[in-house]
């Protein structure tokens, strides 16, 4: 009963309160603070990006797209690494206001860590991978990627993981650690390789020559034009197969942009074709 009198009695006495108002303003300044802060460092992050593009650009470094998705990446992990930082640091400081003595907190983080560090080799093993990926600019947001097999858009990278958006719109999330393959199918430029199985008995010669012209008429088009980089390239007949002759050409593209120039070149080939009579081997009977 006493111990609960002595606590009436202090939470009566004004000038507590008074202390622990200052406190609470304090933090809430502490806070706000941190938040612009945050935002202040991501709009200066963000006008350093434009900067560094508009120089690399005058000193034709690279095409703008690179240039660009590269500046992207980058600015995207420091303005994540700049909010952790400030908000952390805004923690501590809000916690000494609030009282509360984080020196043997931060001391016992510091045992604990090291504790961690040993049975966190994976996580250590993301992280120096993610800075590899980052350093030798191996990834860029925006690239199309095949990791581990896994095939997709680049969307996110951090220092622990990589974030891929496949075609049917799944989310990949790969530790940075177990890349062991990684193919950049979008790096400065991109091919579409059209292949197409003839039958025996058709002209292939013929069809090399529609493949080619209709190439032509697909870089002369105001539409898939600007996305084509060079004429299309005709390998010629690849092998002959069971089933029929194998064809095969390339298109370069823009990067990222070759399914949509590969889909056409497919659409109109086809339509070619049939138009001239060029048939495709018969269907294999379902035993």
Known sequence: MRFLRDVAAELGKPQMWIAWAERGVRVIVILALAWLFSRLARKLLERLRTYTIHVMD?????????????????????????????WLIALVMALTETGFRVEPLLAGLGVAGIAIGLGAQTLIKDWLGGLFLLLEDQLRIGDGVIINGIGGGVEEINLRTTVLRGENGAVHVIANGSITTLSNLTRDYSFYVFEATLAHRSDADRALAIVSDTGKELQSDSTYGPLILAPIEIMGIDRLAERGVVVKARIKTLPSKQAMVGRELNRRVRNRLDAEGIAFPPIAPII
């Open 58 to 86: 005058r000193r034709h470094e690279g095409s703008t797209i690179e240039m660009e998705k590269r500046a992207n990446t980058i600015i995207a992990v420091l303005s994540k690494l700049a909010t952790m930082l400030v």
